[in-house]
Each structure stands twice: as C-alpha cells, then as structure tokens.
C-alpha cells in the first residue's frame, strides 16, 4: 500500500514555464487535496476535491489550476510559474468518513 | 472553523513527558480537536484528534478541558524522534471540512 505518493520530489523552473505536479492514492479516498508551505509557515491550502469531476479553490489558488478525472489522480497545474510559487507542494487525501489524513513527502519547487 | 493559539517553541528532555498545549476559546459544539505533526520537512502525521472526552492511542494522550476552550497532547516518553512541529486544528467533520494549518509549535527533544 503506498499511501500518496507525489512526483516529482524536486524541480525547478524558470520563471514564465508550465509544469505539472502529480498526486496518485491507492486508497481509495473521495476527499484529496494541495498545500503549499513557504520557510517558517504552515501550510496553506490551495485547492481541493471531494470526488472526481468536483474541485474547489482553498485559501490560496492564484496561479494554480486542478482537475479530478479519476478519484485516484490530483495533478496541479501551474500556468506560468513565478518566483513567489517556489516553495513546497504537499498533497493529502482522506476517506470521507475517515477522520485521518495522509500526506505525500512533497516536492519542493524552485522558480528562477 | 476555530482559531488555535500555539506557543511557538518547547523543549523537553528525552524520556520525560512534553506536553503541548493549546487554545481554541471560539470552538464551537460540533469542531474536533485534531493533532499532526511535521517532522523535518516531511509530509504531516496524524495524531490523535477528539471532541470533548480524553483520548488515548499508541502515540499520544489529549486531553481536552471541561469548556473545551484548551487542550493538551502529551507525549508520554519523549523520544529524539518526537522532535518535529506540532499543530493543532480544530474543525468539524460535515462538508468539506479542510484542515487549516497554523505555525504550531516546534518541540524539540534533548538528549
């Protein structure tokens, strides 16, 4: 079972190019959703689904774009990435009537 | 959803007992208490999480006052690798219900 797992784990970008994370769980779960966390914060939330063919914004969505084909896939889009987007993309999903959530490891963005 | 109030950072001796507390004075009747943590830069972890009675797993013990305005994870024997940020969140569980995230509090565990 492994859980959410995210790709890649490092990346960096020039400032203007267009890049896909990937998000894949095996669990299962309707509920999925993305973070990002910047040096000394929490982490914020971007965008988030409730099952597939259904996304919503979170706190902070400029610049990203999400879609749900499958209830195992989340990718989030950035468009045309900007300094301010480097920062660490955590993933996470949850059964919906399971209480816990499970993260992936991250993938740590840089934009020059 | 609730705001919680964290201190920013903890110490604690390895084996002894940390205990973090919280503040959450606006929950409302239907908001959970949830702990994760965040070890180094890796993904969150689940906790422990409850609503109102005191709640007890492998990894921790929450306590949670009367008035549930506060609450407390207690690491029983604090390891090296318990050292990491501890957030607390509160939210309901209808909807949605997302996990927002504050800056929580860095324990670290010295030998």
């Known amino acids: 079972n492994a859980g959410v797992t995210q790709t890649p784990k490092f990346q960096v970008l020039k400032t203007g190019q267009s890049m896909t994370l990937q998000c894949a769980q095996d669990m299962n779960h309707e509920y999925m959703s993305w973070y990002r966390q910047d040096p000394g914060m929490g982490l914020r939330l971007i965008h988030y689904?409730?099952?597939?063919?259904?996304?919503d914004q979170g706190e902070v969505p400029n610049g990203y774009n999400v879609s749900r084909s499958t209830t195992e896939d989340f990718p989030l889009r950035l468009l045309s990435a900007a300094p301010s987007q480097t920062s660490v993309y955590f993933c996470?999903?949850?059964?919906?009537?399971?209480?816990?959530?499970?993260f992936g490891q991250g993938t740590r963005l840089t934009v020059v | 959803d609730a705001k919680t109030t964290q201190p920013p950072s903890m110490d604690c001796a390895e084996g002894r007992a940390a205990n973090l507390p919280c503040n959450h004075s606006?929950?409302?009747?239907?908001?959970?208490v949830y702990w994760y943590r965040q070890i180094h830069s890796q993904g969150p972890q689940y906790i422990i999480h409850?609503?109102?009675n005191n709640e007890t797993n492998e990894m921790a013990s929450l306590i949670i006052t009367e008035d549930r305005k506060s609450s407390t994870l207690i690491l029983p024997h604090a390891t090296l690798r318990d050292t990491a940020v501890y957030y607390c969140?509160?939210?309901?569980?209808?909807?949605?219900?997302?996990?927002?995230f504050g800056t929580g509090t860095r324990l670290t565990v010295i030998p």
């Open positions: 996470a999903s949850r059964g919906w009537f399971n209480t816990e959530a499970f």
């Open positions: 606006t929950i409302s009747g239907n908001e959970y």
């Open positions: 689904s409730v099952g597939a063919g259904i996304t």
């Open positions: 969140i509160v939210r309901d569980q209808t909807g949605a219900n997302n996990l927002f």
């Open positions: 409850g609503l109102k």
